[in-house]
């Protein structure tokens, strides 16, 4: 722990969570706004954005969809962080007996559309995933030379990357970067428990990790499903900031679904308080971050 306030982020509605699992998650622009502007009066100081295929649900990497939430929060008053993904465009689906050949659900396309939408909005954060693993019966790929150009154009847009730490792997690739100069010091890490065969969501695993980051950091931990709470508290007290959104867990405790953002979040900002932490909120998580005003 420190005398630091906490951050908290909520990750609105991710790329997989699904209706089915939560009808309360939201797919439409509007209601991504609605959800953002929710966490944020809950507690949430960042709230980090995927944007869905109104059509399908799926995850989308339409700029005209990003425009649409990200102005409509600004439209809306809220002085709330903005922290978009980059991890669409990373996925290939190997086709059943040849496996060369990308079979429905891959989105895998070339770094510079990963980050167009970077680019062309220029929030105060996003993400960048170091992670090449196996998600389910898809491969998430990262290769260091698409995360390079990622990162050049993070950096020419004026964002902070936020770099997303899925094993011990990863974290090594992150700190080559940082000290190729391809990524500003001090560094802002997400580290990612509980995703099947990455990072274990127990406080051993977690305690490695964040004794591996660089000196100079600052760094957050989320564990998805029934560990969001458990990880929660336990980035805490390790000194590290927090999680929690529908993208990580569709209930608010075993058997109960979460009616929405705002719950998870009021959820988890009870936690921290009830551990001795106080709430950043978004003006002073901006200086504890190093990021100028609203853009």
Request: net charge negative; charged share 20%.
């Amino acid at each position: 722990m420190s005398d630091t306030k906490t951050i908290l982020t909520c990750a609105v509605s991710g790329n997989i969570t699904t209706r089915a699992q939560n009808p309360a998650l939201p797919i439409l622009p509007k209601e991504i706004v609605q959800e953002a502007i929710a966490a944020w009066n809950a507690g949430a100081a960042i709230v980090h954005l995927h944007v869905r295929d109104p059509q399908t649900g799926h995850g989308s990497m339409e700029l005209s969809l990003y425009r649409e939430v990200v102005e409509g929060i600004r439209a809306a008053g809220s002085d709330v962080i903005i922290n978009l993904t980059t991890g669409e465009g990373g996925r290939f689906v190997p086709t059943p007996g040849n496996p060369r050949v990308p079979a429905e659900g891959t989105n895998l396309c070339a770094p510079e559309l990963r980050v167009a939408h970077i680019a062309a909005l220029r929030p105060d954060i996003c993400t960048l995933d170091f992670n090449t693993m196996v998600s389910g019966g898809r491969v998430v790929m990262n290769p260091p030379q698409s995360l390079e150009v990622m990162a050049h154009t993070i950096r020419e847009a004026g964002t902070r990357p936020e770099l997303e730490v899925f094993d011990s792997g990863d974290l090594n690739m992150a700190k080559s970067f940082i000290e190729r100069g391809l990524i500003d010091s001090p560094a802002l890490f997400q580290l990612v428990l509980g995703v099947n065969f990455g990072a274990a969501s127990n406080f051993e695993t977690l305690a490695y990790l964040v004794s591996q980051l660089p000196q100079e950091r600052e760094w957050a931990a989320f564990g998805v499903g029934r560990d969001a709470f458990r990880v929660l508290a336990m980035a805490y007290l390790l000194g590290g900031h927090v999680r929690v959104g529908l993208e990580d867990t569709v209930y608010l405790e075993r058997g109960r679904l979460a009616t929405g953002n705002a719950e998870l979040v009021e959820k988890g900002v009870g936690i921290i308080e009830c551990l001795g932490g106080s709430m950043a909120s978004p003006t002073e998580a901006r200086a504890i971050l190093g990021l100028s005003g609203p853009r």
